[in-house]
C-alpha cells in the first residue's frame, strides 16, 4: 500500500524560507515521478514542481521557478521542496504526489496522479 506523508508546513514571513517533505512508504521513490502540489482558498490545485524517475530532472510551475526546489533522498525515500523567497500568494495546502505507474513523465494536471498525501498547511505572512 503506498502513502505519503507530507510535513514541514507552518507560518513563515515574507521573503523567508520553508522546507516541506513528503516521507514514502510503499515504493521507492527514486523509480517513479514525485510532484508537488498546491491548492488555495477558492482556487483550483495547482503544479508546483515534479522530479523523474531515474535521471532526476525537474520540472517547475511559473510561479515559483527559480524561488523552489524538488529533489529527491533516495536513502531516505523521500522528496522534499525547498520554499524560498515565498510571499503571501505562496500561501496554500502544499500536497505530495505520485502516479500509479512508473513509465509515466512529469505531468502538470492533477488527474495524471493517483496517490496523494493529506498536505500540509503553508501560509505566508506579509
Known amino acids: 500500500q503506498v502513502r505519503l506523508v507530507e510535513s514541514g508546513g507552518g507560518l513563515v514571513q515574507a521573503g523567508g524560507s520553508l522546507r516541506l517533505s513528503c516521507a514514502v512508504v510503499?515504493?521507492?521513490?527514486?523509480?517513479?515521478?514525485m510532484a508537488w502540489f498546491r491548492q488555495a482558498p477558492g482556487k483550483k490545485r495547482e503544479f508546483v514542481a515534479g522530479?523523474?524517475?531515474?535521471?532526476?530532472?525537474?520540472l517547475y510551475g511559473d510561479s515559483v521557478k527559480g524561488r523552489f526546489t524538488i529533489a529527491r533522498h533516495s536513502a531516505e525515500n523521500d522528496v522534499y521542496l525547498q520554499m524560498n523567497n515565498v510571499g503571501p500568494d505562496d500561501t496554500a495546502v502544499y500536497y505530495c504526489?505520485?502516479?500509479?505507474?512508473?513509465?509515466?513523465?512529469?505531468?502538470?494536471?492533477?488527474?495524471?496522479?493517483?496517490?496523494w498525501g493529506q498536505g500540509t498547511q503553508v501560509t505566508v505572512s506579509s
Open positions: 504526489a505520485s502516479p500509479e505507474s512508473s513509465l509515466e513523465p512529469i505531468r502538470i494536471t492533477r488527474e495524471s496522479y493517483q496517490y
Open positions: 510503499g515504493r521507492t521513490v527514486r523509480r517513479y515521478v
Open positions: 522530479i523523474a524517475a531515474g535521471d532526476d530532472s525537474t
